[in-house]
């Protein structure tokens, strides 16, 4: 089973842009799950989608946004970038309720 | 406030010598655990998980880690490191019906050939 996908890979950008990252969970999963990661600030929760519904937000500024599509696939969208936002955004899977993420290999954004 | 400590921010072991990694949580709610691992450029790996029962939970590549609920720990241990075993790991703490999981600050392990 292929695991969880993430595009692109590696981002560049300037700061006032605006960026869509993608996401595709394994084949059955509906759950998604978003997450920043910095050095600074480590990991960080994003947004949490199940069947094409936003359940959980994190304490992120309205600049970060998101949805999930009828296939489960996801997209997160960050408009106006600035460099704090450089980061590894990594993209989570499940299946339900009592089962593990699955994380896919992040998208590294920077923001000149 | 939920949180996740891990008080060890590097750890440097020698190549066959014993490991453990701490993990504290602070969690309203009964919680589910899981201990991640991450090398270099690459996403997080499942290790282990704990949701209930036994709380001494195996997990892969000869990794191990117990639950006490007194302590609000979540140690991370294996008998024998590889050097293979080199990389950053987390704990991260969650609860049923969400996937807003709270990650420590992470450790990282050098292993000594």
């Known amino acids: 089973k292929a695991g969880v996908t993430q595009t692109p890979r590696y981002l560049i950008k300037t700061r006032g842009q605006q960026v869509t990252l993608s996401c595709s969970p394994i084949?059955?999963?509906?759950?998604v799950s978003w997450y920043q990661q910095t050095p600074g600030q480590g990991l960080q929760f994003l947004f949490e989608?199940?069947?094409?519904?936003?359940?959980n937000k994190g304490n992120f500024p309205g600049r970060f946004s998101g949805r999930q599509f009828s296939n489960s696939r996801s997209e997160m969208n960050v408009s106006t970038l600035e460099l704090g936002d450089s980061a590894l955004y990594l993209c989570a899977s499940s299946f339900g309720d009592r089962n593990e993420q699955f994380f896919g290999p992040g998208t590294r954004l920077t923001v000149l | 406030a939920q949180s996740v400590t891990q008080p060890d921010i590097h750890i440097t072991v020698s190549e066959g010598a014993s490991l453990e990694l701490r993990c504290n949580y602070s969690?309203?709610?009964?919680?589910?655990l899981f201990w991640y691992v991450q090398s270099p450029g690459q996403g997080l790996q499942l290790l282990l998980k704990?949701?209930?029962?036994?709380?001494l939970v195996q997990g892969i590549k000869g990794f191990e880690a117990e639950f006490k609920r007194s302590q609000s720990s979540f140690n991370l241990r294996k008998p024998s490191v590889h050097w293979s075993d080199a990389a950053e790991y987390f704990c991260?703490?969650?609860?049923?019906?969400?996937?807003?999981?709270?990650f420590g600050t992470g450790t990282r392990l050098k292993v000594l050939a």
């Open positions: 969690y309203g709610a009964t919680p589910y």
């Open positions: 704990y949701f209930s029962g036994d709380t």
């Open positions: 989608y199940f069947s094409e519904t936003q359940r």
């Open positions: 991260a703490v969650g609860a049923s019906g969400t996937y807003k999981y709270i």
């Open positions: 084949s059955g999963h509906r759950s």
